[in-house]
């Protein structure tokens, strides 16, 4: 059966208790898995004020792994902090993992790479992605070059570590492309319209979960063949109801780019993840709801699924 989606009450999945983070009677269990999934961001390109853009923490033994950076990135790490998530302090945001390089998945960037670096991080920030993104830092630290200028002079410098703001660059290709003590980070091509190579999930083993992202995609079997069984899928979504109700262009990019609720239900079928978080829900702006979501998933798929949201914990 699904899962209960209101954001107060504690959901319990396979013995391991959800937090729900959001403002007014958070609950406080202590989570009793050394991994855990922090969703600070489970929106689209919609500047949702509920939703901001996507952005997961996976984080294995105190160690974050952030898996894109859309708007609203650091705050919502910071927010997560103060709720009792220590490890997503701002100055611990030392690696992150990139999906694709759209707008709604990377407009963070600057946010990421310069505000950890002012409050106090020690380390460059290493950055995993697809081919473009080199170019895309290169852009961003010249974009803010006057910043670093004043940062590292006479008055501000010694405020500062000195480099914390560098990144350093890893452009990807499938296979394992991240291990340490904590986790081995696979990355696996996904099929995103005209992003083609350039866009991937990923696959986080830790010591005690295996968890799959997916990007966004239309329905693809490498997610299918990286979860297999997995304990969390995190897949993105967009209702029939709204597709139903968009303009042939919407349509076409829909189909070439996304998965509908009935596709995903098909392929979680088939992936038999311990549980489904659906993020990056799309509702076709306000032609649908998170209420149509849940009943067509329900429709869809028998296993156990939730509608994820900002701060929610697993």
Same mark, same amino acid.
């Given at each position: 059966?699904?899962?209960?989606?209101?954001?107060?009450?504690?959901?319990?999945?396979?013995?391991?208790?959800?937090?729900?983070?959001?403002?007014?009677?958070?609950?406080?269990?202590?989570?009793?898995?050394?991994?855990?999934? @922090?969703?600070?961001?489970?929106?689209?390109?919609?500047?949702?004020?509920?939703?901001?853009?996507?952005?997961?923490?996976?984080?294995?033994?105190?160690? +974050?792994?952030?898996?894109?950076?859309?708007?609203?990135?650091?705050?919502?790490?910071?927010?997560?902090?103060?709720?009792?998530?220590?490890?997503?302090?701002?100055?611990?945001?030392?690696?992150?993992?990139?999906?694709?390089?759209?707008?709604?998945?990377?407009?963070?960037? +600057?946010?990421?790479?310069?505000?950890?670096? @002012?409050?106090? /991080?020690?380390?460059?920030?290493?950055?995993?992605?697809?081919?473009?993104?080199?170019?895309?830092?290169?852009?961003?630290?010249?974009?803010?070059?006057?910043?670093?200028?004043? /940062?590292?002079?006479? @008055?501000?410098? +010694?405020?500062?570590?000195?480099?914390?703001?560098?990144?350093?660059?890893?452009?990807?290709?499938?296979?394992?492309?991240?291990?340490?003590?904590?986790?081995?980070?696979?990355?696996?091509?996904?099929?995103?319209?005209?992003?083609?190579?350039?866009?991937?999930?990923?696959?986080?083993?830790?010591?005690?979960?295996?968890?799959?992202?997916?990007?966004?995609?239309?329905?693809?079997?490498?997610?299918?063949?990286?979860?297999?069984?997995?304990?969390?899928?995190?897949?993105?979504?967009?209702?029939?109801?709204?597709?139903?109700?968009?303009?042939?262009?919407?349509?076409?990019?829909?189909?070439?780019?996304?998965?509908?609720?009935?596709?995903?239900?098909?392929?979680?079928?088939?992936?038999?993840?311990?549980?489904?978080?659906?993020?990056?829900?799309?509702?076709?702006?306000?032609?649908?709801?998170?209420?149509?979501?849940?009943?067509?998933?329900?429709?869809?798929?028998?296993?156990?699924? @939730?509608?994820?949201?900002?701060?929610?914990?697993?």
């Amino acid at each position: 059966m699904p899962m209960p989606t209101s954001h107060t009450i504690p959901v319990v999945v396979a013995a391991v208790a959800t937090i729900t983070l959001a403002a007014g009677g958070a609950a406080t269990q202590v989570v009793a898995s050394r991994t855990q999934v @922090v969703l600070l961001g489970t929106g689209n390109p919609s500047p949702s004020p509920e939703r901001s853009g996507p952005s997961t923490a996976i984080i294995a033994n105190g160690q +974050p792994y952030l898996v894109d950076f859309g708007p609203g990135v650091v705050r919502r790490a910071a927010a997560a902090q103060q709720k009792g998530i220590g490890a997503l302090n701002p100055v611990n945001l030392t690696h992150a993992f990139v999906t694709h390089l759209h707008s709604d998945h990377t407009v963070g960037y +600057p946010d990421l790479i310069f505000t950890p670096w @002012v409050v106090g /991080r020690k380390a460059p920030l290493e950055v995993y992605g697809p081919r473009g993104m080199k170019s895309m830092t290169d852009h961003v630290l010249a974009a803010w070059a006057d910043d670093i200028k004043i /940062r590292n002079g006479p @008055v501000e410098g +010694p405020l500062f570590s000195t480099g914390a703001y560098r990144v350093n660059v890893h452009e990807v290709s499938p296979g394992v492309v991240y291990k340490d003590s904590n986790v081995t980070v696979t990355a696996f091509t996904v099929k995103h319209g005209e992003w083609g190579p350039r866009a991937f999930g990923y696959r986080f083993q830790t010591s005690d979960r295996t968890i799959v992202i997916s990007g966004d995609t239309s329905p693809t079997e490498s997610v299918v063949e990286q979860c297999n069984g997995c304990d969390i899928l995190i897949h993105e979504v967009y209702t029939e109801a709204g597709y139903a109700r968009a303009s042939p262009e919407w349509q076409r990019m829909r189909r070439e780019d996304h998965t509908s609720s009935r596709q995903l239900g098909e392929l979680a079928t088939r992936a038999r993840p311990g549980l489904l978080i659906l993020y990056h829900q799309s509702y076709q702006f306000t032609e649908s709801t998170e209420e149509d979501l849940m009943r067509e998933m329900r429709a869809a798929y028998r296993g156990r699924f @939730v509608s994820g949201h900002d701060l929610d914990v697993f």
